[in-house]
């Protein structure tokens, strides 16, 4: 279990730093004043009473937990004229940087209102970066709880090469239509995501293991997904991931289940990583590993064998176990490289319903333990390149 932040015993109000939580206010230096009076004092608790507080960007510091009250609600200003942008890109909505015992809790929400961001990408996708809802930076003993996050500009919650993280009983939602509206972007070790409702418009878990260090030691237990592209590992996996469990978990009308993508030049290691004891239904593709992204070639000869680097994604000791799905159109695909094909994924009692099979691509070391595809049509398994065993 990761550490749990050290918040001092002391109490504050945003209302006793002016904040007014009427739904107009423009509460950025109240609020901004009230955090930054709480670090001044050594640390303690900030409470977000009942209330609807405007505010721009804020940035959040140590031995701090911002606590929101049931019926407390931060709104993010969706004023794209006087939303502050740095080094080309709008600012984050709430930041920390190298801040440790950190939490925010409570029962309120923070909200994003991203509908008017959401419109703007749709106009350009070359406007500048959309901000993040919640970004901490290397930061140590954070928890997050309790809350619910909505509508982000882009992603909602991106703990970034953080350690000792603990993410427990938080909603998480955008419409399926909202592009990058990733649920949770974590990096780094020790973390703790359990008992999360999430409901986005992209992943709804992406663990991002970028370089320069290695990401160990994730657990994401008891966790709803609905909508949105499943659990997943990447795109960039350059830093390499050991020691991840993805168990106890749902998912229902998301477009991939376990999920991986990587490609050449991104890649990493990727070892000791189970996924266990999953529903799904009406998912997609329940398994979708792929080393291409974002897109994978047409047929398995598109793609000539190329140098093996440190950046090619390779794959150790993957295991799926006790694993259910119905309902889907495709059992999914594993898709690796020429030069290095995706190896040692050991499936254990899955059982999976679709109308068509699995495709395999460049894939060796696929062991199937006492599980089923039943296909509505064609063969279970589509084989190009591919060593299988223990499936007829």
């Known amino acids: 279990m990761p550490e749990l932040p050290r918040i001092p015993a002391r ?43 405007v505010t721009g960007p804020l940035v959040l510091g140590s031995n701090l937990n911002l606590h929101l009250a049931k019926g407390a609600v931060i709104l993010i200003s969706d004023d794209m004229a006087t939303y502050p942008q740095t080094h080309g890109r709008y600012q984050d909505s709430i930041t920390s940087v ?19 961001w ?62 990058n509206t990733d649920g949770i972007d974590p990096s780094g070790t020790n973390f703790l995501i359990d008992g999360c409702h ?6 709804n878990i992406a663990i991002k293991p970028c370089a320069p260090a290695m990401n160990r030691n994730f657990t994401i237990s008891n966790c709803e997904f609905r909508r949105g592209h499943g659990m997943s ?35 990493g290691l990727l070892k000791n990583v189970t996924y266990d004891h999953l529903s799904m239904t009406k998912v997609k593709k329940p398994i979708e590993i792929v080393c291409y992204y974002p897109k994978t070639p047409k047929t398995p000869d598109e793609d000539p064998r190329q140098a ?13 176990s006790n694993v259910t799905s119905t309902a889907s159109p495709g059992a999914g ?19 999976l319903t679709a109308a068509t099979g699995m495709k395999m691509v460049h894939a060796k070391g696929i062991r199937f333990t006492d599980s089923a595809l039943t296909i509505a049509k064609g063969k279970a398994l589509i084989l190009s390149d591919a060593e299988v065993t223990g499936l007829k």
């Open 198 to 203: 999430i409901d986005t418009g992209d992943d």
């Open 11 to 53: 109490a504050f109000s945003v209302a006793d730093y002016g904040a007014l939580g009427d739904g107009k206010t423009m509460n950025t230096a109240a609020l901004q004043h009230a955090i930054d009076a709480v670090g001044k004092s050594g640390g303690g608790t900030l409470h977000v009473p009942v209330g609807r507080f």
């Open 308 to 320: 093996i680097t440190p950046l090619t994604p390779t794959f150790d000791n993957i295991t799926i």
């Open 98 to 116: 190298k801040s440790h015992d950190l939490e925010i809790s409570g029962e309120g929400c923070i909200d994003g209102q991203g509908a008017s």
């Open 118 to 179: 959401w419109a703007a990408f749709e106009a350009n996708h070359d406007m500048p970066h959309r901000p993040y809802l919640i970004k901490f930076d290397h930061c140590e003993r954070v928890r997050v709880a309790g809350i619910t996050l909505i509508n982000s500009p882009m992603f909602h919650l991106v703990p970034n090469q953080c350690a000792e993280v603990t993410i427990r009983d938080i909603t998480i939602s955008a419409p399926s239509t909202a592009h």
């Open 333 to 351: 695909v594993i898709w690796g490289l020429p030069e290095m094909p995706v190896a040692d994924i050991h499936f254990i009692n899955v059982h």
């Open 233 to 267: 590992i990447g795109s960039g996996t350059n830093g390499g991931l050991e020691n991840m469990l993805v168990r106890n978990c749902s998912f229902s009308g998301t477009d991939a289940g376990i999920r991986i993508k990587t490609a050449r030049g991104r890649g």
